[in-house]
C-alpha cells in the first residue's frame, strides 16, 4: 500500500551507528534499519524537518507522522471488544527469520474468541502470510490498524494489540527515557520503511484511550519491555519475590499516560539476544511470551495479575521447550522458541494498582 503525503522531495543518507554503512532515510523517517547488520540508527531532526514535516504532536516534538485512516477493505466490525494481532516471519531473511509468530496470532485469536466473547469480525489480523496487500504487517498497514483499534474508543470498551516479531533500540534524544534508549517495533518493511518507535506506539493507542477504556497489549519481541512507553514497570523483586512497581516517568515531564482510560502492557525482560531456532517443521513453533500467556490464563481462567505474572514466570522457566497449549491449533504445536530471549515477564501500565487484588480480564 502507498500512501501519498506529497511531495516530499528524495530521502537522506545516514550513517549506520553500528556498522557506518550508508543507509537512505525515507522522507520523515525518525530511524532506519540497516540491511548489513539490522542495527537501528535515528534520523536527526533537521534530516527530518527539511521535507516540510514541521513540529510534530508526538512526545517531545516527536515528528509523528499524521493519523492514518482505514481503507474499506481493511476495516473490520466495531464492537465493545476490538483487536489487533500482528505475527511477522520475515520470511527469507537470513539474519532475523522467525519460526512462531503466525502461531502466537492464531493461538491468540482462539483465546479472544473462545475464552473472553471477542466476536470474530472485531479482530484484524496483520501477518506476512497474508496475500490481500491491505493486511500485510507493513508500517503504513500497522499504523492504520492501531488508529482503527482506538477510533472512537469509549466507556467499557476492551481492547487488545499483540504484536509478536522482532524489536529493536535506538538511542534517545528528547531526554524522556531513563536508560537512555527508545524501543521499537520492525514491520516487515523495516529495511525500506523503518521501525516504529515506541513514542508513536504511545501517541497512536495509549494516549487516545478515555475513561472506561482498557487497553491490554501483549508484546513478544527482543527490546518489547516499555515498548508502550508506560509510565510505570511491574516487576518480581529477587529479594521478596513480591511484584512491585517501578516510577519510569522521565525527569523531563513529558506526558507518557491516558487521556484517562488504562493501558496494560504484558511483555518480557530480555538480555537481547535472540534464540531463533531453525526447525523441520515450520508451523510446529510458539513464543516463549505468548506460550506463557496463553497457558496461565488457561490454567487459572479467573486469575489476578500477580498471579498471571507468577503462573507466566513459572511456565517460561519450567516449559523445556515443549508446548501444552489446548485447542484445535495449540494441539499442532511442538514447541516453544525463546526467539525474543525472554528471561521472565513484567508488566507496564498507564496507573499503578493492586497487582495481588486486581482482577485479570479482558
Known amino acids: 500500500m502507498n500512501m501519498n503525503y506529497g511531495s516530499m522531495g528524495p530521502g537522506a543518507m545516514v550513517r549506520c551507528r553500528q556498522c557506518s554503512?550508508?543507509?537512505?532515510a525515507m522522507p520523515g523517517a525518525r530511524a532506519v534499519q540497516c540491511m548489513q547488520c539490522s542495527c537501528v540508527t535515528r534520523v536527526s531532526g533537521r534530516g527530518r524537518q527539511q521535507h516540510g514535516y514541521g513540529q510534530g504532536y508526538g512526545n517531545g516534538g516527536g515528528m509523528l507522522m499524521p493519523p492514518m485512516r482505514p481503507t474499506p477493505a481493511f476495516g473490520g466490525g466495531r464492537g465493545k471488544k476490538r483487536a489487533v494481532l500482528i505475527g511477522i516471519k520475515y520470511t527469507n531473511r537470513r539474519s532475523c527469520e522467525l519460526r512462531g509468530p503466525i502461531n502466537d496470532v492464531k493461538c491468540m485469536r482462539y483465546l479472544l474468541t473462545e475464552r473472553f466473547g471477542f466476536p470474530n469480525d472485531c479482530v484484524l489480523i496483520l501477518t506476512d502470510e497474508e496475500r490481500n496487500p491491505c493486511r500485510q504487517p507493513t508500517k503504513d498497514n500497522i499504523r492504520m490498524a492501531m488508529h482503527w483499534l482506538v477510533q472512537g474508543c469509549s466507556y467499557g470498551d476492551s481492547?487488545?494489540?499483540?504484536?509478536s516479531g522482532l524489536g529493536a533500540q535506538?538511542?534517545?534524544?528528547?531526554?524522556?527515557?531513563?536508560d537512555g534508549m527508545d524501543e521499537a517495533l520492525c514491520p516487515v518493511d523495516s529495511f525500506q520503511q523503518g521501525p516504529i518507535l515506541d513514542d508513536e506506539i504511545n501517541e497512536a493507542i495509549v494516549r487516545p484511550l478515555v475513561h472506561g477504556v482498557k487497553l491490554h497489549a501483549i508484546v513478544d519481541a527482543c527490546h518489547s519491555a516499555t515498548v508502550l512507553d508506560l509510565p510505570y514497570q511491574c516487576t518480581v523483586s529477587k529479594q521478596t519475590g513480591r511484584w512491585r512497581w517501578r516510577d519510569e516517568r522521565p525527569m523531563t515531564g513529558a506526558c507518557k499516560g491516558t487521556s484517562g482510560g488504562q493501558a496494560v502492557l504484558i511483555s518480557g525482560s530480555s538480555n537481547g539476544k535472540s534464540n531463533m531456532s531453525v526447525l523441520p517443521e515450520p508451523y510446529a513453533t510458539i513464543g516463549a511470551m505468548t506460550h506463557s500467556f496463553i497457558r496461565a490464563v488457561e490454567c487459572e481462567p479467573r486469575t489476578t495479575y500477580g498471579r498471571l505474572l507468577t503462573s507466566m514466570r513459572a511456565i517460561m522457566r519450567d516449559s523445556s521447550g515443549n508446548c501444552n497449549l489446548q485447542g484445535p491449533i495449540g494441539g499442532s504445536i511442538r514447541k516453544v522458541a525463546n526467539?525474543?530471549?525472554v528471561e521472565e515477564p513484567q508488566l507496564s501500565s498507564a496507573y499503578?494498582?493492586?497487582v495481588e487484588r486486581e482482577p485479570f480480564c479482558m
Not at 554503512?21 to 537512505?24: A, L, N, Q, R
Not at 481492547?159 to 504484536?163: A, D, I, M, T
Not at 535506538?170 to 531513563?178: A, F
Open 339 to 341: 526467539f525474543s530471549g
Open 21 to 24: 554503512s550508508s543507509i537512505t
Open 170 to 178: 535506538v538511542p534517545d534524544d528528547d531526554g524522556d527515557e531513563l
Open 159 to 163: 481492547l487488545v494489540f499483540q504484536f
Open 352 to 354: 499503578k494498582f493492586d
